[in-house]
């Protein structure tokens, strides 16, 4: 299904517990950019958050033959040890043997939380506050290819337990990134 590119509509579901924006930058969100009526394909998205109603998500899309696109962190769990982990590992090769899609949502869930000043011929550096993993809770200092190692270690990870590529995507927890800045363009609209 996401080979056929990203033309459709998509629906984003987030069932994660954390403060999301209201949908804006999303296809048919977007006044400018209305959803289209027709036999366009619809292209569903997870953020499986901390697994509790995963189960029965997964259980309604195979009774419903629907394929979707999951994406994950190594958040924290009720059972097991992690979304990642070993425990729910098998339940993400179940999802990979149905031919689901899978991506990246950061393998410790960092938000971005703004960038610091610019310091001549040094990498730019951000705060990020991790809701998952040792560092849980507390504002770090990374650099882009810090960012990019926690994104690859959640798809690395996917891979290692569906048996499945995942996408060349991400999804920033709680749409939390650079550009486009969630805050400033709430502003801009006039709604905060
Ligand atoms: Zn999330």
Redesign the pocket.
Known sequence: MPSRGWGGGVVCI?F???P?PDGAGFPGKNPEKPAKAGPEPVYLTF???HMAIAPFVAEVLHRQDVRVTF?A?N?ATKEGDGALGSHWAPWWAARGREGHAFAS?TFD?AYWRGDLPARGGEPLRFRVRP?AGAQAGRDLVWTADDYRADIARAADRLRAITGVAPLPLW?A??ASTRRPCWPQRARAAGRT
Do not use: I, K, L
Request: aromatic residues 6%.
């Open positions: 987030h994660d517990s954390g999301a953020d499986t958050g994406f962190a958040e949502h869930h809701t999804r927890p709680a």
